[in-house]
């Protein structure tokens, strides 16, 4: 599986961006998505994830009321809606599937390439 993150840019903040995280093969729609990212100087940290079976979604607690994590099986897309975005929001944003852990980096088999978002003041 091929995963291809996109949507990023730079918004002011209480803006609005959409991420999208395109997947290649037939078994993405088996696999649980996750989101994360990652700012300068920090570590890597989970935004969000969505189960392959039901759809729970689960969100860090910074992203909770904010982000929407969702996904389109037909598509073989993921997505992330990020609302009131804030300046700490910053940081490349990678989309990541396959896991037997929802939270923890470390157990995604699969990830995209990362795509930057940047929310000036």
């Known amino acids: 599986v091929q995963l291809q993150a996109s949507g990023g840019g730079l918004v002011q903040a209480g803006g609005s961006l959409r991420l999208s995280c395109a997947a290649s093969?037939?078994?993405?729609?088996?696999?649980?998505v996750g989101w994360f990212r990652q700012a300068p100087g920090k570590e890597r940290e989970f935004v969000a994830a969505?189960?392959?079976?039901?759809?729970?979604?689960y969100y860090a607690d910074s992203a909770k009321g904010r982000f929407t994590i969702s996904r389109d099986n037909a598509k073989n897309t993921g997505y992330l809606q990020m609302n009131s975005l804030k300046p700490e929001d910053t940081a490349v944003y990678y989309c990541?599937?396959?896991?037997?852990?929802?939270?923890?980096?470390?157990?995604?088999?699969?990830w995209g390439q990362g795509t930057q978002v940047t929310v000036s003041s």
């Open positions: 969505i189960s392959w079976n039901d759809g729970s979604t």
């Open positions: 990541a599937a396959r896991s037997d852990s929802y939270y923890l980096a470390s157990r995604y088999h699969y």
């Open positions: 093969g037939r078994t993405f729609r088996m696999y649980n």
